[in-house]
């Protein structure tokens, strides 16, 4: 997913830049609500407190330091994440975290006992740092773990460590993920325990098969060394997948009867049934334009699909409307049926669907549901974002299980975007509000009423005499109409004509045209595009996870370079065409998939955009990693000729125009390869370009002394020389 998380990242800056905490957290990380679901537990200054939500600035005190500092130390533990056992008695910590990838899912777990007020720190004898994704059994008497890609169960009365699995290596990967896998579905962790506690559920991923992708570090010792990243490009065979159930007692380990090969199969999702008797499996073909849903009954191994579903692009799963992070299921009938998110008649709906794959669709209209945020069986209510009127924003809706008609129950006179942390009883939620102009956090609100219980402690503004972002809808010369926003110059004088810079991301994995508080902010400009005489302007393309319908974002299947490319194209001409723009001065930026974009823009169309700033650009879409360019573009060799149709080299023979080429050599993600192949195409045509390579810095080149600060300076100074500021 080559935006980096696009939204989370805006988030990220907005907070450093406003002092705003978002309602956000690493993906797969859980609330940990109090017993009454009227308050939940957070980490504060070496502490877990008790945080009532109509009481937060009274919290009390769970864990104190002194409880949570080893015998050994002087120092609490800095934990990362904590989880609760269900009698509220034991409290598992996870502490000296290490990253793996994108987030730090690797460290060290500790036990506090409430009851024998003992901490204890857990796999004893195992590397320093190295468990991943502890949990306790449901009875709380044993925790499970990853170890160097291996299983292990620690009995907590003797702490007696069993090692479930015996073939874990770099590539026998057991309750964990490969690379592409936590990239792209979001699967980080791999295995579940069984409702009785005994018995564990996991992946178990083959990637022998998978090459090493090089890096080169030639900076951090005299001789240079390489880097591995097992790496599985477009048109590469993926990682072989299986499912295992383990009896944590006898240490058998027994596999899943899943059919189809398990090379060009994919399964994101696995869970139990609430009976314990079944698993319950998303798989999809390697193509992802289908998705079966199968039961696979534990004693025997055997499977039988229940639901079926085929799309003539691709099949979005979990992960997609749930903010990165596929884990759970949602079980309403006491586990006898689920809900379902598809896309299957046009719209992004939620369905009800039985184990005998009976199915009824409860959202009903011509609108998108944008994620699930309750499920409240005691009510028989599902909670839910949506947008029907605007796809910049976001509200909260309410709707009965069996279906019928759905309420907003988020104000219209606030518009923008509404998120909640509801509370699992369903009666309150913490409310935050996002536009364009304004921002307030801390509000409580009862729900289904909406009514405020607690006011919010956070508000922000932007600040007397800034430029606002004025949102607008352009339609194109092929019909198609796009939102967009735009920031005008401080002091905008209607006589006058500016440059304009354009901001593009145009790929399905993030949008940019929200209304949300940061839109039209630049976080590489080094000070204010608006005060120096700039038009910031954004618009959305087709493609893009707009809440506008399938035939909207999937217009771009096997269309990625082409499409989008000249919906930004067309939509910057009509934009052209007013009379405060002058077409003489036109920039585009953008990262990941927006410098591809950005580069395709410069080579396609020459004679609209005359200056360009790419960052981490995919040059050739044949280098990027198999899950998501085949989501998205197909298989190769089939669908070859439209990856090389969209990559930007294919076009660099026609840069007329300015271009700056940032990346990272340490990128992970979009490897630097895309660099040195489009500088090969330049050279070759003779087209004369800048470059800035930051050694060993990643996809976000953020690592090292300076670096934020000298990419803005570089960023800013090559805008300002190439595309000059002010009203002329």
Same mark, same amino acid.
């Given at each position: 997913m080559r935006n980096v998380n696009h939204l989370l990242w805006i988030c990220l800056i907005i907070s450093h830049l406003f002092s705003i905490n978002f309602l956000f957290a690493q993906p797969g990380i859980k609330t940990q609500w109090t017993e009454d679901g009227n308050g939940y537990y957070e980490i504060s200054d070496g502490q877990i407190l008790e945080i !009532?939500?109509?009481?937060?600035?009274?919290?009390?005190?769970?864990?104190?330091?002194?409880t949570l500092t080893p015998k050994d130390s002087s120092t609490p533990l800095k934990i990362k994440q904590?989880? *609760?056992?269900?009698? @509220?008695? !034991?409290?598992?910590?996870?502490?000296?975290? !290490?990253?793996?990838?994108?987030?730090?899912?690797? &460290?060290?777990?500790?036990?506090?006992?409430?009851d024998k007020k003992e901490l204890k720190q857990l796999g004893n004898g195992l590397p320093a740092s190295s468990l991943m994704f502890a949990k306790l059994s449901p009875d709380g008497s044993s925790v499970a773990y990853v170890s160097e890609h291996n299983l292990y169960v620690e009995d907590l009365s003797s702490h007696r460590i069993s090692q479930l699995t015996e073939d874990g290596t770099d590539r026998m990967i057991n309750g964990t993920f490969d690379w592409v896998y936590e990239e792209e579905f979001g699967c980080r962790d791999g295995f579940r325990w069984s409702g009785d506690s005994k018995h564990i559920a996991y992946w178990k991923i083959d990637a022998r098969s998978i090459r090493n992708y090089l890096m080169l570090n030639t900076t951090d010792s005299t001789y240079s060394f390489t880097v591995p990243v097992e790496y599985p490009k477009a048109g590469q065979n993926p990682s072989a997948c299986f499912i295992y159930v383990v009896d944590v007692k006898t240490n058998e380990n027994k596999k899943m009867d899943i059919p189809g090969d398990p090379i060009q199969h994919y399964i994101p999702r696995m869970e139990w049934t609430l009976d314990g008797q079944s698993l319950i499996i998303q798989q999809l073909n390697r193509q992802q334009q289908e998705s079966n849903i199968l039961l696979c009954q534990v004693e025997n191994g055997k499977t039988k699909t229940i639901y079926? $579903?085929?799309?003539?692009?691709? *099949?979005?799963i979990k992960s997609r409307w749930n903010d990165d992070d596929p884990t759970g299921w949602e079980w309403v009938d006491d586990g006898k049926a689920f809900l379902w998110v598809s896309e299957k008649d046009g719209w992004r709906h939620i369905y009800k669907i039985d184990l005998r794959g009976r199915e009824t669709l409860l959202t009903k209209g011509n609108y998108d549901?944008?994620?699930?945020?309750? *499920?409240?069986?005691?009510?028989?209510?599902?909670? +839910?974002?949506a947008s029907p009127s605007n796809a910049t924003q976001k509200y909260l809706y309410q709707i009965n299980l069996k279906g019928g008609e759905a309420t907003q129950l988020s104000p219209s006179s606030q518009a923008g975007t509404h998120s909640y942390r509801i509370s699992p009883n369903g009666e309150l939620a913490e409310h935050e509000f996002s536009s364009s102009s304004t921002y307030f956090a801390g509000e409580v609100v009862s729900l289904p009423k909406h009514q405020e219980k607690l006011a919010a402690n956070v508000h922000r503004e932007l600040p007397a005499g800034t430029s606002k972002p004025e949102f607008f809808k352009i339609t194109t010369a092929d019909g198609i109409e796009m939102d967009g926003w735009m920031v005008k110059p401080s002091q905008f004088d209607s006589t006058k004509r500016y440059p304009v810079v354009f901001y593009v991301y145009g790929e399905p994995a993030g949008q940019t045209v929200t209304d949300t508080y940061g839109a039209g902010f630049n976080r590489l400009y080094e000070g204010s595009m608006a005060d120096d005489g700039y038009i910031y302007i954004s618009v959305e393309n087709r493609g893009a996870p707009a809440p506008k319908g399938r035939e909207w974002r999937k217009a771009i299947y096997r269309n990625i370079g082409t499409i989008n490319i000249r919906d930004q194209a067309m939509a910057a001409k009509e934009i052209l065409k007013?009379?405060?723009?002058?077409? #003489?001065?036109?920039?585009?930026?953008?990262?990941?998939?927006?410098? #591809?974009?950005?580069?395709?823009?410069?080579?396609? +169309?020459? $004679?609209i955009y005359q200056t360009g700033i790419a960052v981490a650009a995919v040059g050739n879409q044949l280098m990027y990693d198999n899950i998501y360019q085949e989501r998205y573009m197909g298989v190769p060799p089939?669908?070859?000729?439209?990856?090389?149709?969209?990559?930007?080299?294919?076009?660099?023979?026609?840069? @007329?125009?300015n271009l700056l080429y940032i990346h990272g050599t340490g990128d992970d993600n979009v490897h630097y390869q895309n660099a040195e192949m489009l500088i090969n195409e330049l050279v070759k045509h003779n087209k004369q370009f800048q470059l800035m390579s930051y050694p060993n810095r990643s996809h976000s080149i953020?690592? &090292? $002394?300076?670096? #934020?600060?000298?990419? #803005? @300076?570089?960023?800013?100074?090559?805008?300002?020389?190439?595309?000059?500021?002010?009203g002329r």
């Amino acid at each position: 997913m080559r935006n980096v998380n696009h939204l989370l990242w805006i988030c990220l800056i907005i907070s450093h830049l406003f002092s705003i905490n978002f309602l956000f957290a690493q993906p797969g990380i859980k609330t940990q609500w109090t017993e009454d679901g009227n308050g939940y537990y957070e980490i504060s200054d070496g502490q877990i407190l008790e945080i !009532k939500l109509l009481d937060p600035n009274h919290p009390n005190v769970f864990l104190d330091a002194s409880t949570l500092t080893p015998k050994d130390s002087s120092t609490p533990l800095k934990i990362k994440q904590f989880s *609760i056992s269900t009698d @509220r008695r !034991k409290v598992l910590l996870f502490a000296n975290t !290490k990253r793996v990838w994108r987030y730090h899912t690797r &460290g060290d777990y500790w036990l506090y006992d409430i009851d024998k007020k003992e901490l204890k720190q857990l796999g004893n004898g195992l590397p320093a740092s190295s468990l991943m994704f502890a949990k306790l059994s449901p009875d709380g008497s044993s925790v499970a773990y990853v170890s160097e890609h291996n299983l292990y169960v620690e009995d907590l009365s003797s702490h007696r460590i069993s090692q479930l699995t015996e073939d874990g290596t770099d590539r026998m990967i057991n309750g964990t993920f490969d690379w592409v896998y936590e990239e792209e579905f979001g699967c980080r962790d791999g295995f579940r325990w069984s409702g009785d506690s005994k018995h564990i559920a996991y992946w178990k991923i083959d990637a022998r098969s998978i090459r090493n992708y090089l890096m080169l570090n030639t900076t951090d010792s005299t001789y240079s060394f390489t880097v591995p990243v097992e790496y599985p490009k477009a048109g590469q065979n993926p990682s072989a997948c299986f499912i295992y159930v383990v009896d944590v007692k006898t240490n058998e380990n027994k596999k899943m009867d899943i059919p189809g090969d398990p090379i060009q199969h994919y399964i994101p999702r696995m869970e139990w049934t609430l009976d314990g008797q079944s698993l319950i499996i998303q798989q999809l073909n390697r193509q992802q334009q289908e998705s079966n849903i199968l039961l696979c009954q534990v004693e025997n191994g055997k499977t039988k699909t229940i639901y079926s $579903e085929q799309d003539k692009a691709w *099949i979005d799963i979990k992960s997609r409307w749930n903010d990165d992070d596929p884990t759970g299921w949602e079980w309403v009938d006491d586990g006898k049926a689920f809900l379902w998110v598809s896309e299957k008649d046009g719209w992004r709906h939620i369905y009800k669907i039985d184990l005998r794959g009976r199915e009824t669709l409860l959202t009903k209209g011509n609108y998108d549901i944008i994620g699930i945020d309750l *499920i409240d069986e005691n009510n028989q209510k599902i909670y +839910y974002s949506a947008s029907p009127s605007n796809a910049t924003q976001k509200y909260l809706y309410q709707i009965n299980l069996k279906g019928g008609e759905a309420t907003q129950l988020s104000p219209s006179s606030q518009a923008g975007t509404h998120s909640y942390r509801i509370s699992p009883n369903g009666e309150l939620a913490e409310h935050e509000f996002s536009s364009s102009s304004t921002y307030f956090a801390g509000e409580v609100v009862s729900l289904p009423k909406h009514q405020e219980k607690l006011a919010a402690n956070v508000h922000r503004e932007l600040p007397a005499g800034t430029s606002k972002p004025e949102f607008f809808k352009i339609t194109t010369a092929d019909g198609i109409e796009m939102d967009g926003w735009m920031v005008k110059p401080s002091q905008f004088d209607s006589t006058k004509r500016y440059p304009v810079v354009f901001y593009v991301y145009g790929e399905p994995a993030g949008q940019t045209v929200t209304d949300t508080y940061g839109a039209g902010f630049n976080r590489l400009y080094e000070g204010s595009m608006a005060d120096d005489g700039y038009i910031y302007i954004s618009v959305e393309n087709r493609g893009a996870p707009a809440p506008k319908g399938r035939e909207w974002r999937k217009a771009i299947y096997r269309n990625i370079g082409t499409i989008n490319i000249r919906d930004q194209a067309m939509a910057a001409k009509e934009i052209l065409k007013w009379n405060f723009i002058d077409s #003489s001065r036109v920039a585009v930026w953008g990262w990941s998939g927006g410098g #591809s974009s950005t580069l395709n823009l410069l080579f396609q +169309y020459p $004679e609209i955009y005359q200056t360009g700033i790419a960052v981490a650009a995919v040059g050739n879409q044949l280098m990027y990693d198999n899950i998501y360019q085949e989501r998205y573009m197909g298989v190769p060799p089939e669908s070859q000729a439209d990856y090389v149709k969209g990559s930007p080299i294919t076009h660099a023979k026609n840069l @007329r125009g300015n271009l700056l080429y940032i990346h990272g050599t340490g990128d992970d993600n979009v490897h630097y390869q895309n660099a040195e192949m489009l500088i090969n195409e330049l050279v070759k045509h003779n087209k004369q370009f800048q470059l800035m390579s930051y050694p060993n810095r990643s996809h976000s080149i953020s690592e &090292g $002394e300076g670096t #934020s600060a000298h990419l #803005s @300076r570089l960023y800013t100074n090559y805008l300002k020389q190439y595309c000059p500021p002010g009203g002329r």
